[in-house]
């Protein structure tokens, strides 16, 4: 007969909100035996951002302890013995595989039954493949996605096999790929990045910012081929990659292929239980779902934007940790017959690579304006960019910040403070956030 185990609370999902909930449980008091977390990767929760950043990276010799939960915040660091001594059973290697949701019950692939009372749900997203973008890769060896933790080793050994004549075809000009292209290079392989569209983060970065980081890239020996769709590969007799095809017609040789061709929610198994909406589990303010009982973190959620008045899902670790604390302190007040605020999210995402940093806040919406030194050669590039929608500034980008400029534009970005036009914000800059 199939083992059944029972819990007060069960996190399905070990990433970035599984390991915030699981401090914020702990922080708000647990009993031993109450709390499982279930995971199918085989490690503890860690910072997934890291994986692009530090723990892909083999010229700073990474290991995964300096990743784990909380070092993201800079709080206790989560080593897989944190949870035995805090009463939490951490199920790691198991996927759940089927949920039912009336009779709260999920099953996972080994048969185990599992019950729950309270059930949150953190299960990220997961990698589009090439092949849903109609480009044939099965078959093909050493085409790379990075999600997971296997994802990251199978890429790594790549890397490692091939480090004296490595030559790799990042596709995508994304956050993802930008990270992978400068980690590839940094680990001494020719990066080539190739992408359909007209300039790199086209979704998030105006032409203008874009412009800096193509040619800081290139600076570094990175070859930027835009504009221009992958539409198959080549292969040597042992079926590795050997040349990525492109739609001019022309060829890209290659030994290793990173797809970063985007991500979306990790939400199948509770379709048709759960109310959807913008392709995440709709939540309320406290991240509980149209289900009794059942919460929504992280990737998966789409959740009242309260200072946007709109419904968004947000795909960024920051709201992964926050929204994951939201829940459980909702989750605990209403045991007690009390209540917590509800979410008021301000949107924040960064990214590192080479030297380079930069924060976001706020929304990327309206017109845009640029300050500061915007050229790649230089030793300390140091700038930012304004967005004003109705009269009033709504997102803040700084790059080569220090953390009370980061601060400042995070409380801009809050206020949405008022400007005259767009001149001002130009010649003042970042003094126009710092004075604020
Ligand atoms: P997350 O993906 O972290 O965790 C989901 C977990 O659920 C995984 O452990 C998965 O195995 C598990 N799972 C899924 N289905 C399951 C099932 N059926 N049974 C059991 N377990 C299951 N963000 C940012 O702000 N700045 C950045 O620089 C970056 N950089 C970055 C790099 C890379 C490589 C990635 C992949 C992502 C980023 N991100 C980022 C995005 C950020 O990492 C992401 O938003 C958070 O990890 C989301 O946290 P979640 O806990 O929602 O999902």
Redesign the pocket.
Known sequence: MAEEKSYKYVI???????GYAAREFKKQGLKPGELAI????AVSPFE??E??KVYIDLSVNPTLASIYCCAGTGEEKQYPHWYKQNGIDLIVS???VKADLASKTLVSDDGTIYKYQTLLI????TCIRLAEHGIPEADVKNIFY???IDDNDELSLAMELYVQKGQAVVIGGG??SL?MSSSLKANNHEVTMVFPEPWILNRFFTPEMSAFYEGYLINKGIKIIKGTAVTGFNTNSDGVVTEVKLDDGTTLDANIVVAGVGAKP?TS?FKGQIEELNGGLKTDGFFKTSVPDVYA????ATFPMKMYGEMRRV????N?RKSAGHAVKAIKAAEEGKTVPDYDYLPY???RFFDLSWQFYGDNVGESVMFGDTDPKSPKPKFGTYWVKDGRVVGVFLEGGAPEEYKAIAEVARAQPSVESLDVLSKEGLSFATKF
């Open positions: 399905i999902g070990g990433g970035v909100a599984g279930i995971s199918r990767e997934r951002p994986l692009t198991t996927e759940i953190a299960t990220g997203s990075l999600r997971e956050f993802l990270e990790a198994l973190l992280g990737d998966v795909e960024h670790a920051d992964a995402f960064y990214s």
